[in-house]
């Protein structure tokens, strides 16, 4: 954990079987990142950095681009998905990606995945090369792109149909009949 000191902030190790510690699981929709609320209670910890201003930020912004691109990523699975649905599904003796309004849709997922990658990708290259001003300016924009991707899932949805709910059968395992 991060903790503020009186010129820099340090990096501690708590380990969470220690007295004084609590760790309560907390609810969320992605079951594939879990959640906890930590409790600290005069908690033996372990000082392992100490960190300058710089140091803390240029973290922050490396937090900010690996959110970005786990985003990307689930979203860029989620619109394959998607088009590969839409060449399998028959409606009226047709794959429905024949349908301009399905393409369209197709088109707009592809946009979106493909803007945050560009923004993905200068954040990345911003974390090695650019100054700080920059690399926070990236991770920004990265965030900001990665904010979108949320209607690739809203899309995609319309293209499977309302097949199914979330997490409980994969789209492309389905029969592709009418």
């Known amino acids: 954990m991060l903790v503020d000191e009186l010129d820099s902030t340090a990096l501690f190790a708590v380990e969470t079987s220690a007295p004084g510690v609590v760790v309560t699981p907390q609810p969320g929709i992605d079951q594939t ?3 906890f609320r930590v409790t600290l209670d005069d908690a033996p910890a372990q000082r392992l950095a ?14 900010l681009i690996a ?21 399998v599904r028959k409606q009226f003796g047709q794959p429905i990606g024949a349908f301009q309004a399905v393409q369209h849709l197709c088109v707009d997922m592809y946009e979106t995945v493909e803007l945050a990658r560009s923004g993905v990708m200068h ?4 974390a090695d090369a650019a100054d700080s001003y920059e690399r926070r300016l990236a991770a920004l924009r990265a965030k900001a792109f990665a904010g979108r991707l949320s ?3 809203d899309i995609a949805i319309q293209v499977f149909g309302g097949l199914a709910t979330p997490g409980s059968m994969t789209p492309t395992s389905t029969s592709s009949g009418s």
Not at 50 to 63: H, M, P
Not at 71 to 79: D, I, S, T, W, Y
Not at 123 to 126: E, I, Q, R, V
């Open 33 to 35: 990142h879990k959640q």
């Open 50 to 63: 100490v960190a300058s201003a710089e140091g803390v930020a240029a973290l922050v912004d490396d937090v």
């Open 67 to 87: 959110s970005a691109a786990d985003a990307l990523g689930a979203a860029r699975a989620v619109m394959e998905s998607a088009i590969e649905y839409a060449k």
């Open 123 to 126: 954040a990345l290259w911003a």
């Open 151 to 153: 209607t690739v899932g």
